[in-house]
């Protein structure tokens, strides 16, 4: 469990952002005279109750609305940076490597330049204050990461209980696990292959996802606080970028039972996080939208059945899964969708 942390220790800066051109490149900016002002993202801000509507979830902590934004979309960006603030990627291990920076960059030989300059994420040219920026294309491999790094553990903890990959002992138990089912299989040697190098994929991919969850934990350490007017200390959390105290919150929140789930209605299908396990909605619009799309589909695949009578009922039922899986939707445009796939 997370250290208890006190109102006044371990904040971050947030101020005001825009998206512009510099140097040739995309950055996220502070606006011109904008007012920073500091906020605490380690504290919980989870609401009792399942929020009205999706957006809500995103004031409900940085660790939550990173694994929301589409990194792909500038305005998402925007609203992250401006409830949240910068990432601190300069302040990063990861993102200031040589090796993570050209990776990102290989086809922006521009920035790849400032980077060597030491200009990537600073303009000297601004005020104090404004200075700090952060490349949109940096910014946006980092939310992928992230947003990959939740999934996969997400998957790793559903598919494979064994792979929890606590230490050498559950290695070993994994292992033994591999080696028990070889035998099961050892009649069956094309199955027996395919299920080694499946569980053999397995393991690899999970260390490497482990591998960078501890790599980004390393940016943050525990840290004593003193507070002059109470002549008394508390611990806390250190650290030098958001995106570290983003890594530290997911971990502290996995680890206490809190659950990261996408929202089951498929238009939203975004990350959010319940302490209850039976809530599969991130908002109660997205609840009330889901059953609502369940009695329509109800519906529209009765018309289509009495509309292609003449043909097997499980031809239409089978096309009709397809269109929805698709994003098809509506009675009219369903049913004459069929029309053409059954030509």
């Not at 700090?132 to 553990?153: C, G, S």
């Not at 994994?174 to 292959?193: C, L, M, S, T, Y």
């Not at 393991?203 to 507070?227: C, G, I």
């Not at 991130?282 to 009495?306: A, F, I, V």
Request: net charge neutral; glycine share 6%; hydrophobic share 30%.
């Amino acid at each position: 469990m997370a250290p208890k942390l006190i109102d006044d220790n371990s904040t971050w800066p947030k101020s005001n952002y825009e998206i512009k051109e510099e140097d040739g490149i995309q950055f996220i900016v502070p606006m011109r005279g904008a007012k920073e002002t500091r906020y605490n993202p380690l504290l919980d801000r989870l609401p009792k109750v399942r929020p009205d509507i999706e957006e809500e979830n995103l004031q409900y902590g940085p660790h939550i609305a990173l694994g929301r934004i589409n990194p792909e979309k500038h305005d998402d960006i925007l609203e992250f940076v401006n409830m949240w603030g910068l990432l601190g990627l300069s302040n990063t291990k990861k993102y200031t490597s040589t090796k993570s920076v050209l990776s990102i960059l290989s086809k922006e030989e521009n920035a790849f330049r400032l980077f060597e300059e030491g200009k990537l994420y600073r303009n000297n040219k601004r005020r104090n204050g404004e200075k700090d920026r952060e490349p949109v294309i940096i910014f946006q491999a980092a939310v992928r990461t992230y947003q990959t790094l939740i999934n996969d553990i997400n998957r790793y903890k559903r598919d494979n209980p064994l792979l929890k990959l606590g230490g050498e002992e559950k290695r070993k138990e994994f292992r033994n696990a591999v080696i028990d089912r070889e035998e099961k299989e050892k009649d069956h040697p094309e199955g027996q292959r395919d299920l080694i190098e499946a569980m053999t994929i397995h393991e690899s991919q999970a260390f490497s996802t482990y591998l960078h969850l501890n790599e980004m934990l390393e940016e943050v350490h525990p840290q004593s606080f003193f507070d002059i007017v109470s002549n008394s200390d508390s611990p806390g959390w250190g650290y030098n970028s958001l995106i570290g105290a983003i890594y530290i919150k997911f971990f502290t929140d996995k680890h206490e039972g809190k659950k990261f789930r996408r929202c089951k209605m498929k238009k939203c299908n975004k990350q959010f996080i319940t302490t209850r396990p039976s809530n599969e909605y991130c908002s109660d619009n997205c609840k009330g939208y889901y059953h609502s799309q369940k009695h329509n589909e109800k519906k529209w695949l009765k018309q289509s059945l009495l509309h292609y009578e003449d043909y097997n009922n499980e031809d239409i039922e089978a096309i009709f899964h397809t269109l929805i899986e698709e994003g098809y939707s509506g009675e009219v445009k369903i049913i004459k969708e069929i029309g053409k796939r059954l030509d």
